[in-house]
């Protein structure tokens, strides 16, 4: 006997204002993590270092080529240092190495599957150090070009792979913003709008922090997703810029500066900045060209250094929680964040 699937016009009609409700996983894309694996669920983030490095090539973008390097190579020198804060309880990094300078997402992805780390990766363009590393194309195209490039990264993959950036990564001078480095926000703008990536932008002092953040809100974005990395200036600075609303990257955590960080997170916490607070070393760095990758650092001042000694200070397990786990996880988690 044959089964008959047609329904009627009126059935249909109560079946389409019904479906999103019987669906219950009908909205899961609203809220996850893109890392060089696919996407995760914020809560799978665990303890994060937001702003680290694999391998960084400063040659310039007119000279950079993916045969600069071995993937054994580097796997043989970095390896050690990913299972190294593994054993100390970290579960996901944050790589901000650029194209252009070294973004390598098949290494990433590699190390992802040999550390069992969360490795994220980015798309974006860095103009900072006077435009070293930015491909010619970036001069001539528009923002409108410039983040349809980054958008379709996001949509179909980096490089003819299948993986996708888990956020926008671009850079400024630390003065005020020349035309161009205008134009790689007004890009990263619009490209957050089209995917919901976060916005980490390479900028230092607050001066063109507020300018760039200035321009996201021109175009509706708000400061809650932009990332001032290398935070840095005085006390007034991080007032007037944390009252934006967007994250403070305090990434460049190292043993010899471990007393003014942990100065710094309690002058935050204390005027209520706890929970826009991201930390990192902004470390690693295997450099192609030199023998063995050159010095690298390694990535466990914080979790054996910086986290000890904010205790001592009196922060409290959730206050320290808060910037390991819970920071990164709503800095990261994807979605188009409107003013
Ligand atoms: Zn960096």
Known sequence: ??????????????????????????????????????????????STLIHEHVLVDFIGADKITADRWNHDDVIKKVLPYLLEIKARGIKSMVECTPAYIGRDVKLLQKLSDLSGLNILTNTGFYGASDNKYLPALAFTETAE????????????????????????????????????????IRAAALTHLKTGLTI????????????????????????????????????????????????????????????????????????????????????GWYRPGEPNGGDFRGYTAISDKLLPLLKEKGLKDSEIRQLMLVNPANAFKIGIRKI
């Open 1 to 46: 006997m044959q089964h008959s699937y047609r329904i009627s016009r009126n059935q249909f009609i109560r079946l389409c204002t019904f479906l999103p409700f019987a669906i219950p996983d009908f909205r899961v894309d609203e809220d996850f993590i893109l890392t060089v694996k696919g996407k995760i669920k914020p809560s799978e983030l665990g």
């Open 145 to 184: 070009q410039l983040s349809s490039r980054w958008i379709a990264e996001f949509e179909n993959g980096i490089d003819g792979t299948s993986i996708k950036p888990g956020f926008i990564k671009t850079g400024v001078n630390s003065g005020p913003l020349s035309d161009i480095h205008q134009k790689l």
């Open 200 to 283: 980490c932008s390479h900028t230092g002092p607050a001066l063109p922090a507020l300018q760039e953040i200035e321009i996201l809100k021109t175009l509706g974005v708000s400061p809650a997703a932009f990332v001032w990395v290398h935070a840095s200036g005085s006390n007034d600075d991080f007032l007037t810029t944390g009252k934006t609303g967007c994250w403070i990257s305090l990434d460049g955590i190292s043993e010899g500066s471990l007393a003014k960080n942990a100065e710094l997170i309690l002058f935050l916490k204390k005027n209520g900045f706890l929970k826009q607070i991201l930390i990192s070393h902004d470390a």
